[in-house]
């Protein structure tokens, strides 16, 4: 899905990752995202499981989140980074409903 007003845009998906998989590239997988956002400076993460994401590399530190934190917001203000990718890796024994939000 994408929405354009006048002082926002914004890409948003729902998606699943199975149990196991590791480094689930969301930009890759899911040709909405990062569509006209091709910078985040906002995004909202839900997941109903716990799941490691890290921003722009595999080789980046993971941040772990579970599903009582859901929804997580992070913003480049607060995080320190410009977001171009996000990838997921869940261990956590079922599937992950995830929502991704990224705004400009």
Not at 4 to 27: E, I, L, P
Not at 43 to 72: C, G, H, K, Y
Request: glycine content about 2%.
């Amino acid at each position: 899905m994408i929405l354009t007003s006048s002082n926002t845009t914004y890409d948003a998906v729902s998606t699943t990752v199975a149990n196991g998989q590791t480094n689930r590239d969301m930009k890759a997988n899911n040709p909405t995202l990062f569509a006209n956002v091709d910078q985040a400076r906002f995004i909202r993460v839900t997941t109903d499981q716990t799941v490691t994401i890290r921003f722009n590399s595999t080789s980046m530190p993971w941040i772990v989140m579970t599903a009582s934190e859901s929804p997580r917001k992070f913003t480049r203000p607060e995080e320190g980074l410009v977001v171009t990718n996000i990838y997921v890796t869940n261990a956590s024994w079922s599937t992950a409903n995830m929502k991704f939000e990224l705004y400009l």
